[in-house]
């Protein structure tokens, strides 16, 4: 892992989570990948801790997406504030608590930083007394939730290759980041889950995984697949949404 000085300070320009024990990332568990040399002008640890934060605000907005997702699911099936609370958190670190447990990486990032359960806090008062609001704001939600699965998937399988070098599992454990919270919400909801339908979900998340390990594997630049991955991902899920494209269905020919 590189480092430079910038102000006076050291600056990790490392990989996402703790890489063989050794890299150091950001309190979020978010770092953006950089190959530089080993004291790099001060305008690219600039650029670098300005994608860095810019990764920390996605995260946010991608866990208050699938939070605020999860509060309309136990909204609309009477859940008290206690159960609403539950299915929130569940949707917005379901799937990297998942991804984290397969990959040994424990204490789960989700479980372990404050951000996380504050933003799903906030998710669950937004959604709980400006209910109104929400559905009226139903179309912009989708967007940030689309937004959060390209991010979601980008970095779960940065994530689970920098601690298994493995590209099969990676693209899968990257998948399962993205839309595992929504199969834990749908399931406690009592509802097919959503990547089991019709709808562009979980098969945009793989492909923003298997950008984002072109990157890590050396075939495209490192330092801009993360941002390939997460443009694609959520660019295919906003048109599956705004042109109603849907993967084909397939019916039983034997029924009837």
Known sequence: ???????????????AGPVRGMARTYDSGISLRHTVSSRPPFNACLISRHADMLLQYIDIIGTFAFALSGTSAGIRRGFDIFGILVLAMST???????????????????????VYLITVIVAVFVGVFFQRLIIRMEKPTLW??????GFFSAFGAHKTYEYTGEILLSLILGCVSAVGGGVIRDILAHRPPLVLTRDIYASAALIGAGIELLGVTGVIDSRWSIWLAIFTCTLIRVLSLRYHIHLPSITSKFEG
């Open 92 to 114: 917005a670190v379901g799937g990297g608590i998942v991804r984290d447990l397969c990959i040994n990486a424990t204490p789960p990032s989700g479980l372990v930083h404050p």
């Open 1 to 15: 892992m590189a480092h430079c000085q910038c102000n006076g300070r050291e600056h990790a320009m490392g990989t």
């Open 144 to 149: 940030l939730d689309a937004l959060g699965l």
